[in-house]
């Protein structure tokens, strides 16, 4: 079973921590929280309503999954397009570094991948307020969702991946603190500071695609993000830039 109990203590002394048994969604639940200049972290060991991209539902089982969001506020002036990118480095790092984890990929905008297999996935929602950006980034990780977990998606997680399972706790809060670490040098110096990093894990890199733009499905292949961090394509109409998922798909 996830134990959270000392979970406020691993983190930095400005971050108001809540740890639910059972909740609908992170998400939702920090974003019915009074706003307030300090960032704020939920994790629960169940999400009854989690959410995915596209209003999509994200699926996992009590005490199987790291199931957390974090709510950082970011000047009105910072450039969102690409953080998602970020976190997912920023979880990459610490399984790769932490826990020995190779044939880590990044999908793009927003999985986590080992090998042909989503592994996490991430859900960024923001709003303006006071002159600030509020984003709740939502992260969740499979741990050991058992042999009969039924999901459309080729999954895995940690269980079959590892030879022992490790601390939810100690690897929340790690996946925390290196996330808050990474959307400070986000803020500082945007996604160019992640760049070679992100090349390093492009999992569509090289991928033949099909796309819906313009009213037309047209074929090409993933060829690395700009600077905004759209999905740059390269296809017989030339380079087309992708900023929603929900256009592309792999052939």
Same mark, same amino acid.
């Given at each position: 079973? %996830?134990?959270?109990?000392?979970? $406020?203590?691993? *983190?930095?002394?400005?971050?108001?921590?809540?740890?639910?048994?059972?909740?609908?969604?992170?998400?939702?639940?920090?974003?019915?929280?009074?706003?307030?200049?300090?960032?704020?972290?939920?994790?629960?060991?169940?999400?009854?309503?989690?959410?995915?991209?596209?209003?999509?539902?994200?699926?996992?089982?009590?005490?199987?999954?790291?199931? *957390?969001?974090?709510?950082?506020?970011?000047?009105?002036?910072?450039?969102?397009?690409?953080?998602?990118?970020?976190?997912?480095? %920023? /979880?990459?790092?610490?399984?790769?570094?932490?826990?020995? &984890?190779?044939?880590?990929?990044?999908?793009?905008?927003?999985?986590?991948?080992?090998?042909? @297999?989503?592994?996490?996935?991430?859900?960024? #929602?923001?709003?303006?307020?006071?002159?600030?950006?509020? /984003?709740?980034?939502?992260?969740?990780?499979?741990?050991?969702? =058992?042999?009969?977990?039924?999901?459309?998606?080729?999954?895995?997680?940690?269980? @079959?991946?590892?030879?022992?399972?490790?601390?939810?706790?100690?690897?929340?809060?790690?996946?925390?603190?290196?996330?808050?670490? +990474?959307?400070?040098?986000?803020?500082? @110096? =945007?996604?160019? %500071?992640?760049?070679?990093?992100?090349?390093?894990?492009? +999992?569509?890199?090289?991928?033949?695609? #099909?796309?819906?733009?313009?009213?037309?499905?047209?074929?090409?292949? $993933?060829?690395?993000?700009?600077?905004?961090?759209?999905?740059?394509?390269?296809?017989?109409?030339?380079?087309?830039? $992708?900023?929603?998922?929900?256009? &592309?798909?792999?052939?």
């Amino acid at each position: 079973m %996830a134990g959270y109990s000392t979970l $406020a203590k691993l *983190l930095p002394d400005n971050v108001e921590c809540f740890v639910l048994d059972s909740t609908p969604s992170t998400n939702d639940y920090l974003a019915d929280q009074p706003f307030s200049n300090n960032t704020k972290v939920c994790i629960a060991r169940e999400q009854t309503c989690g959410k995915g991209q596209y209003n999509r539902q994200w699926l996992s089982k009590k005490n199987s999954s790291i199931l *957390l969001s974090i709510r950082r506020n970011f000047s009105v002036n910072t450039l969102l397009n690409g953080l998602s990118l970020v976190v997912g480095l %920023a /979880v990459i790092e610490v399984l790769t570094k932490k826990y020995g &984890i190779n044939q880590l990929k990044l999908k793009w905008p927003n999985d986590v991948y080992f090998q042909t @297999q989503k592994l996490a996935g991430i859900l960024l #929602e923001s709003s303006v307020q006071n002159n600030t950006q509020s /984003v709740i980034i939502g992260l969740g990780l499979n741990n050991d969702l =058992g042999e009969n977990f039924v999901c459309e998606t080729p999954w895995i997680d940690l269980n @079959q991946i590892l030879q022992s399972t490790p601390n939810l706790e100690q690897l929340s809060a790690k996946l925390i603190n290196k996330i808050i670490d +990474y959307c400070g040098v986000f803020e500082l @110096q =945007g996604l160019d %500071a992640f760049q070679s990093k992100w090349r390093e894990y492009d +999992y569509l890199s090289g991928k033949p695609l #099909e796309l819906s733009y313009q009213d037309e499905k047209i074929t090409g292949v $993933a060829n690395g993000i700009n600077d905004e961090g759209a999905l740059l394509i390269e296809s017989d109409k030339g380079v087309i830039e $992708a900023y929603s998922s929900e256009q &592309i798909h792999l052939i």
